[in-house]
Structure formats: structure tokens, C-alpha cells
């Protein structure tokens, strides 16, 4: 059965009856949960930013360049080309941007680079869920954000 991707400001000019038929003919609504364009880091000029004045940290997987003191949240996603096939590195760009996709609430105000490495194919989900998680917690801290949980 297929779902049909409804995001909020779509449901809001749908009206009632419109949803009500695809809820009666089986198609059930759900909400769009990709990450909102407008909270990806893309530019160019940003993400140097990020690389020259921000700090640093690591994991074992994944290194995170960020720059706190932001406006905004955004996040960014890059893998070396030393992972040879770009099956592999968009595999490794998914992984992390669904765990980082769950998980952003943690933070506020910040630019993040998440560079992922190899093992990120290697290793199961839930190792590199927390491993990410770890992470942001520590740069919430650092961001002196009352959201960190520890």
C-alpha cells in the first residue's frame, strides 16, 4: 500500500473532504519528514565558514565541524571520495542525515558538517544513533544549550 506525502502546509489547503477521501479509499496521509530545505546547509560560502571558524569533534565513525552563535540551524552531509563507489557514499549520507533528522531538536543555533567515514557502512544503525547523539550532546553543551540531555 502506498502513502501519500502530505506536508503541513499542503493539509492545511486540502480540504476536509479531499483527505477524508483518501483516507476511505485506503491511501492513509502522512506527514512530510524529509529535511526542510531551508535547514540543509548548502551554500558555499556557509559551509567555509564552518570548515575555517568553527570548532571541531569527533567519533568514531563521523568527524563534525560546527560553528555555533548562528541565527539558524542548518547541517550539511559529505563523505571523502576515498569511499570509492557513490552508491557507498550516498549510502553513508542517509544514515546520518536520518539519525541527525531525528535528533536535531537537541540543538539550536548552530552549522554543522558531518563528514562520514567508511565504517559508517560497516557499522549497524543503532551504534551510529548514538554514537551522533553523543556527539550533539557535547555541542549542545558546548553551544550552552539548556536542551542538552546527558
Not at 483518501?22 to 492513509?28: A, T
Not at 551504534?127 to 558546548?142: C, F, G
Request: hydrophobic letters at 35%.
Amino acid at each position: 500500500m502506498g502513502f501519500v506525502h502530505v506536508c503541513a502546509q499542503e493539509v492545511a489547503e486540502l480540504s476536509s473532504s479531499v483527505v477524508d477521501v483518501l483516507v476511505e479509499n485506503g491511501l492513509p496521509c502522512r506527514r512530510d519528514e524529509r529535511l526542510p530545505k531551508e535547514e540543509r546547509l548548502k551554500k558555499r560560502k556557509e559551509i567555509l565558514e564552518v570548515f575555517t571558524k568553527g570548532k571541531t569533534i569527533s567519533g568514531n565513525h563521523m568527524v563534525i565541524h560546527y560553528l555555533t552563535g548562528k541565527p539558524d540551524r542548518k547541517a550539511g552531509f559529505a563523505v571523502s571520495k576515498k569511499v570509492k563507489r557513490k552508491v557507498d557514499r550516498n549510502r553513508i549520507k542517509r544514515r546520518l542525515r536520518e539519525i541527525y533528522r531525528r535528533e536535531k531538536w537537541r540543538l539550536n543555533n548552530v552549522h554543522l558538517m558531518i563528514l562520514g567515514t567508511e565504517g559508517v557502512l560497516h557499522e549497524d544503525f543503532r551504534t551510529l544513533y548514538h554514537e551522533l547523539v553523543d556527539l550533539l550532546n557535547k555541542i549542545a553543551a558546548d553551544e550552552g544549550d539548556s536542551t542538552a540531555v546527558h
